[in-house]
């Protein structure tokens, strides 16, 4: 059974950073594709950023330049440097990793830029 815990969310000022962490457990084929996604209120979920095992990397247009994601296979850990944060950038943050077709969630953690 595949599982997906986050962790690093918070309350950030605008221009703020944060660091989100990923670690997923299970019987997990070595080849996938884990990232982020995120829901703001109101909102249908979108993608943020994901990064495939072997290191190819896709981002949103109104996150690049400043969120950098990044993976540890070893460790099985996908990562979200987030950087110069903003107001419209709060959300639940959801990790997702996909595996030749299969996709699984994490259970999301809230990302709050307010001053």
């Known amino acids: 059974q595949v599982q997906l815990v986050e962790s690093g969310g918070g309350l950030v000022q605008p221009g703020g950073s944060l660091r989100l962490s990923c670690a997923a457990s299970?019987?997990?084929?070595?080849?996938?594709?884990m990232g982020w996604y995120r829901q703001a209120p109101g909102k249908q979920r979108e993608l943020v950023a994901d990064i495939t095992s072997g290191g190819s990397t896709n981002y949103a247009d109104a996150v690049k330049g400043r969120f950098t994601v990044s993976r540890d296979n070893a460790k099985k850990t996908v990562y979200l440097q987030m950087n110069r944060l903003k107001p419209e950038d709060t959300a639940v943050y959801y990790c997702h990793l996909k595996i030749i077709g299969m996709g699984y969630w994490g259970q999301g953690t809230q990302v709050t830029v307010s001053s």
């Open positions: 299970g019987n997990i084929f070595s080849i996938n594709t």
